[in-house]
Nanobody, 127 residues
Framework: VQLQASGGGSVQTGDSLTLSCQGS????????VGWFRQAPGKAREFVGG????????????SYAESVKGRFSISRDYTKNIVYLQMNNLKPEDTAAYFC?????????????????WGQGTKVTVSS
């Protein structure tokens, strides 16, 4: 199982970015997929996540309070990609963003619940 996160960059406050988490060696519809971020000197924190497709009707997409209304997750299971759409970016969103996955997972907010991680993609938001 390999995860590849991409799409980071340097933007201005109020701009948008779309991050991608490409899975290989997996059928993403069977996996919980989550996004976490880590700013310099800070712990990794939950951003958003989706449960595996078989239970998604009972486990709605989940987002951290700090990003609700600005970030959203979408998925293309035919391409094994999960996206994180980030709108109205703020300087405090500056961090390395990581995607994680766990087969048949539902506890999207729990860092320890994820078995697989991709490398980070860096997002820098300037004021």
């Amino acid at each position: 199982v390999q995860l590849q996160a991409s799409g980071g960059g340097s933007v201005q406050t109020g701009d948008s970015l779309t991050l991608s988490c490409q899975g290989s060696g997996v059928t993403f519809s069977d996996y919980m997929v989550g996004w976490f971020r880590q700013a310099p000197g800070k712990a990794r924190e939950f951003v958003g996540g989706i449960a595996w497709s078989g239970v998604s009707s009972s486990y709605p997409d989940s987002y951290a309070e700090s990003v609700k209304g600005r970030f959203s997750i979408s998925r293309d299971y035919t391409k094994n990609i999960v996206y994180l759409q980030m709108n109205n970016l703020k300087p405090e969103d500056t961090a390395a963003y990581f995607c994680g996955a766990e087969k048949w997972g539902t506890q999207v907010t729990m860092f320890a619940a994820y078995d697989f991680w991709g490398q980070g993609t860096k997002v820098t938001v300037s004021s």
